[in-house]
């Protein structure tokens, strides 16, 4: 009997991992350079409806990954391309426009039942996609728009931030313009840094757009256990469905009782924005060389400065601020080097330093640059402090550059320490 049971049980498991379709590699049939990553829950009679995801360095199993809960829960097919990655816009609209196509050739996916979701460049290309076709709705995550929207979107967004993220000054302002154009939007804040939101962030924002696209009300498990300013986000988003005056007292209650923390939350991230946008202006005048508005090393240790005093009352807007000065600082040396720039890259890397000693990205980042300015002392320098911060030696062994390194006495004492 017992052993009739197991197999029954084994017998219905089975059926339901056949029922699951992964595929970690897709190459499309018009371009076999151009790849992607799908999920398919389950197996329907009819055509399922679907979300193309976008992150913003061609991580398309981890984008896929992510979703599928979202995508066990509502029922989608979900897809990812490796081909988008943060660059040049067109590159990116051809490899999503070519994986969109290929997936529609081939799956039973339902075009009327399409939505478009992102992370950071990711968030960024799907708004873009949007603003140009029709989505039932788009999920930005970490960043919103290429530039701020003239109109109101067609379609239902939601914009999801951590409270960490370098970016969440710009979302947070970006949520106040649409709600100025009464757009259909939904802002959602995690407790995290730049990065795809968590599972139940990610359900919550599919359970708001599956609604908000069908003109649907929702139902009060929206509301959840959130608190707080999330709280009366949801609470606006529930006292505006039309006839729906049920969470209205609530609402203006709890308006009342965070109206002073509203007020002091503006206040600090109009500050933010002013120091965040200066620091953006000073590195930009680098980026293109513009020799009379570039700031030397002493102004900007007078910036770091200035993060120290606002971090006594607001340790957030200060990570905010430092991880905003060495993403930029990274991301932008590293299309300076891609070009041939090295000493530019070089001048980005020392500026993002200021703010960030310990930032192994960072630091690999300068050894990198030394090499490929011949400077072997000091990439050495920045190589041992990489390592010392946590830098897997193993990524430092399929580096080329290092090549002229290799028989040195200072890497080979790495090597033996790894």
Not at 79 to 84: D, I, L
Request: with cysteine; charged share 25%.
């Amino acid at each position: 009997m017992k052993r009739i049971l197991l197999c029954l049980i084994f017998s219905v498991l089975l059926n339901q991992i056949r029922a699951q379709t992964f595929t970690e590699r897709v190459k499309t049939k018009a371009d076999t350079l151009q790849v992607y990553a799908m999920y398919q829950p389950k197996e329907t009679a009819t055509k399922s409806p679907v979300i193309f995801l976008f992150d913003p360095l061609g991580r398309a199993k981890l984008a896929v990954e992510n979703f599928r809960p979202v995508a066990d829960q509502f029922g989608f097919t979900i897809f990812a391309s490796y081909n988008v990655k943060n660059g040049p816009l067109g590159i990116s609209l051809n490899a999503a426009n070519a994986m969109i196509q290929d997936a529609f050739s081939r799956f039973s996916i339902d075009p009327n039942q399409l939505f478009l979701a992102g992370f950071s460049g990711g968030a960024r290309l799907a708004t873009e996609i949007a603003d140009r076709a029709e989505v039932k709705g788009v999920f930005a995550a970490g960043a919103g728009f290429n530039q701020t929207p003239s109109a109101r979107p067609r379609y239902p967004l939601v914009l999801a931030v951590g409270t960490q993220d370098f970016n969440y000054i710009e979302l947070q302002q970006l949520g106040k313009q649409l709600q100025q154009s009464k757009a259909n939007y939904f802002l959602t804040t995690f407790n995290g840094t730049h990065a795809w939101p968590p599972a139940e962030v990610l359900i919550i924002g599919f359970h708001y757009l599956l609604n908000a696209s069908d003109g649907k009300p929702l139902a009060a498990e929206f509301l959840g256990t959130s608190t707080g300013t999330e709280r009366l986000e949801r609470l606006r988003i529930l006292t505006q469905q039309k006839g729906d005056r049920l969470y209205a007292d609530e609402f203006k209650n709890l308006q009342r009782t965070l109206s002073t923390q509203i007020k002091q939350d503006s206040i600090s991230q109009l500050k933010e924005a002013e120091l965040r946008n200066k620091l953006g202006e000073a590195m930009t005048a680098v980026i293109f060389n513009r020799e009379e508005q570039m700031k030397d090393i002493s102004w900007w240790n007078m910036q770091e400065t200035a993060i120290r005093t606002i971090e006594k009352v607001d340790s957030l807007s200060a990570k905010r601020l430092r991880s905003y000065a060495v993403s930029f600082g990274i991301t932008e040396a590293a299309n300076a080097s891609n070009m041939k720039h090295f000493d530019r890259s070089l001048s980005l890397l020392t500026i993002a330093e200021v703010f960030d000693k310990h930032n192994i990205g960072l630091l690999y980042a300068r050894a990198r640059t030394e090499m490929q300015l011949d400077h072997s002392n000091e990439a050495l320098t920045y190589l041992e402090k990489a390592v010392k911060e946590g830098l897997k030696f193993s990524i430092v062994e399929k580096e080329p550059l290092f090549e002229a390194l290799r028989t040195k006495k200072r890497y080979l004492a790495l090597l033996q320490n790894k």
